[in-house]
């Protein structure tokens, strides 16, 4: 059972540009959230996807952006890149059909640097 | 807002020793409280989680217990290995566990042989 996996691994972009980062959920989840974890920080929620809608979101700006797709699949955008986005961006899945298991689980995380 | 307050690492302890890493919270409601752990170049993974009050999370020889008169959700272990060397993070969540998480700035422990 593949767990929630993320791509890519490492990305580095200059500032201004706009980036994109893709995340499979957990078999079964099909709820997906992003958090952005800075260096020797804790993660900071971005937002949540369910049923492809936004469903819940953190105190980011309009940059950050997001999308699900008909798989559960999600993808974070991020526009007008700052150096201060540099940061490890993790996702985590959960499903909210079995009681069980309503907990999160992460990704590897992809990290980006903007030079 | 909800608030999640670890107390500051890194913690160096030799193996064998008694681990204590405190967590407390602030939040209305009654949240589900979590111990999240992230070992070097990896994501976060669970490591126990209780989601009523006077609950106790354990796994892996670690265990927390749900204070909500006290608002804390201290992280304990007997007797720590090297292996156990991570950052430790505490979080809190609405009731259901599903909704955003809210993040403690995690403390690192060091455990050497």
């Known amino acids: 059972d593949a767990g929630v996996t993320q791509s890519p691994t490492h990305l580095i972009k200059t500032r201004g540009q706009q980036v994109t980062l893709r995340c499979s959920p957990k078999?079964?989840?099909?709820?997906v959230s992003w958090y952005q974890q800075a260096l020797g920080q804790g993660p900071q929620f971005i937002f949540q996807?369910?049923?492809?809608?936004?469903?819940q979101r953190g105190n980011f700006p309009d940059r950050f952006s997001g999308h699900q797709f008909p798989n559960y699949s999600s993808e974070l955008n991020v526009n007008a890149l700052l150096l201060g986005d540099s940061a490890l961006y993790l996702c985590?899945?959960?499903?909210?059909?079995?009681?069980?298991?309503?907990?999160?689980?992460f990704g590897p995380g992809t990290r980006l640097t903007v030079l | 807002g909800d608030s999640v307050t670890q107390m500051e690492g890194p913690v160096t302890l030799s193996e064998e020793a008694f681990l204590t890493i405190n967590c407390t919270y602030t939040?209305?409601?009654?949240?589900?409280l979590f111990w999240y752990v992230q070992y070097p170049g990896e994501g976060l993974q669970l490591l126990l989680k209780?989601?009523?009050?006077?609950d106790k999370g354990s796994n892996k020889g670690f265990e927390a217990t749900y204070r909500k008169e006290t608002t804390s959700f201290h992280l304990e272990k007997g007797s720590v290995q090297v292996s156990d060397s991570a950052v430790y993070f505490c979080?809190?969540?609405?009731?259901?566990?599903?909704?955003?998480?809210?993040f403690g700035s995690g403390t690192r422990l060091q455990v050497q042989p």
């Open positions: 996807y369910y049923e492809e809608e936004e469903r």
């Open positions: 939040a209305t409601g009654y949240p589900s």
């Open positions: 979080a809190l969540s609405d009731q259901t566990g599903r909704r955003a998480l809210t």
């Open positions: 985590a899945s959960s499903s909210p059909l079995v009681k069980a298991t309503d907990t999160q689980y």
């Open positions: 209780a989601t009523k009050a006077d």
């Open positions: 078999s079964g989840h099909d709820t």
